[in-house]
Each structure stands twice: as C-alpha cells, then as structure tokens.
C-alpha cells in the first residue's frame, strides 16, 4: 500500500511537470511569434501603397503632383523610424529641402501636366512603393 501511495505522487509529479513545461513552450512561441511578426500584410501594403497611386497617370495636373509631393512628405516624416516606407522623388522639378532629408520642395506648375509613376525598381522586397519619378 505504501508503495502504490509513493507511486501516484511520482506520477502525478511528472505529469504536472509535463504541464508545466507544455505551458512555458506555448507561452515562449506566442512571444516570439509577436516579436516576429513584423511583416505587413497584404491589406497594409495595398493601403501603404493607395496613399500614392492615386496620383499616378500620363497626365497629372501640377496640383495633384504638389498634393503627391505633400503625401510623401507627411509619409516620410510619419515613418522617420521606418527606412523600409521611406519614398524617394526622382525628377527635375521637385528638389529634396536638404541633402538626404528625403522631404520635398513644391515645384509642379499647376497649368502644366506631368507623367507620374513608379519604376520598375520602385518597390521594395515586401511591395511597398519606394521610389516615384515624374517627369514633364
């Protein structure tokens, strides 16, 4: 009797042992999965990348481009931490404020259409536009 009374308590032992070690990996996997889980969704990127393809065309008045420039700007500034949702402007009309600011001057002349878009290196690997060039 004394032994099967020993016997059951090691049992039991090892099976709150079990549960306790299941319960420490389950917690340990949430963790990390939280940490890494950094990767934007596909809904995010469409909406990342909607802010700026409503501007894009052949034919773009110079106040919608100064509208884009001003979009960019509050992007850049709204993400300063972020390099990976930092957009660049490539164009002869619109000039960065200071070197490597990555903020932009106004510049478009509003009786006048410009073709914007987005090249074929303008995204970065998760889909996010990166890079918007306009031309006259």
């Known amino acids: 009797m004394e032994n099967a009374s020993k016997a059951l308590i090691i049992a039991g032992a090892i099976l709150l042992s079990i549960l306790i070690i299941s319960l ?4 340990f996997n949430q963790a ?7 990767a934007m969704t596909e809904v995010e990127v469409n909406s990342f990348n909607q ?4 501007y894009m065309g052949q034919k773009v008045r110079g106040a ?3 509208a884009l420039v001003q979009a960019v700007n509050t ?4 993400n300063n931490d972020d390099e990976s949702k930092q957009v660049t402007i ?4 619109i000039t960065e404020t200071s070197a490597g600011s990555k903020t932009y001057n106004k510049g478009a002349s509003t009786g006048k259409t410009y073709k914007v878009e987005v090249p074929a290196d303008g995204h970065t690997t ?11």
């Open 75 to 78: 992007n850049n500034m709204a």
């Open 51 to 54: 802010k700026f393809e409503q």
């Open 32 to 38: 990390s999965g939280v940490v890494n889980n950094n």
């Open 126 to 136: 998760g889909g996010l536009i990166s890079k918007i060039t306009i031309s006259e």
């Open 24 to 27: 420490g990996i389950m917690i």
């Open 90 to 93: 490539e164009s002869s009309i």
């Open 64 to 66: 919608n481009v100064n």
